[in-house]
């Protein structure tokens, strides 16, 4: 019984310090934005947005999915640190009235132009490469 007792203990050691290690390293670049996470638009450029049916999904495999208002949508997403690339939109071609294409056209423009982002809680800003804020989205639940 003695022969396993350097062993038993070399991997309850093993153990901790592999759990240590994992809560104190850097989450992975897509950490930012969580992977499933779902988002919607609250405000592209300054226009503020009620009542819309625009969401945004980051999926695992690096591909956006969501719905513009009226279309769906997909594409590919990129993050690294602060960046965001968002890229290869592609949507269905529905037409619906004039203001809810307007409002499409806006976030898909919106998405297109990001290149960096901030998160706060469940408030995420995309920002274009000047800086300027082009849409506020809020996590989905």
């Known amino acids: 019984m003695r022969t396993f007792q ?5 991997l309850a050691l093993s153990m901790a310090l ?3 290690l ?3 390293l850097p989450a992975p670049a897509f ?12 405000k592209i450029g300054h226009e503020n947005l ?5 969401r945004v999904r980051f999926d695992a495999d690096n591909r956006i999915t969501g719905n513009g208002g009226c279309n769906g949508f ?3 997403y990129t ?11 592609t949507m269905t071609m529905m037409a619906c009235p004039g203001e809810i294409m307007k409002q499409e056209r806006l976030f898909l423009r919106a998405l297109g132009a ?5 998160r706060d809680g469940t408030s995420l800003v995309l920002l274009d490469g000047t800086g300027k804020p082009v849409a506020e989205l809020i996590e989905r639940h």
């Open 31 to 42: 950490a930012g934005i969580p992977v499933g996470s779902e988002w919607r638009p609250v």
């Open 79 to 89: 993050l690294g640190g602060d960046t965001i690339m968002i890229s290869q939109l």
């Open 114 to 118: 990001a290149t960096h982002y901030q």
């Open 50 to 54: 009620f009542n819309t049916k625009q």
């Open 6 to 10: 350097p062993i038993i203990g070399a």
């Open 74 to 76: 997909g594409g590919d």
């Open 22 to 24: 994992s809560m104190a």
């Open 18 to 20: 592999s759990m240590a």
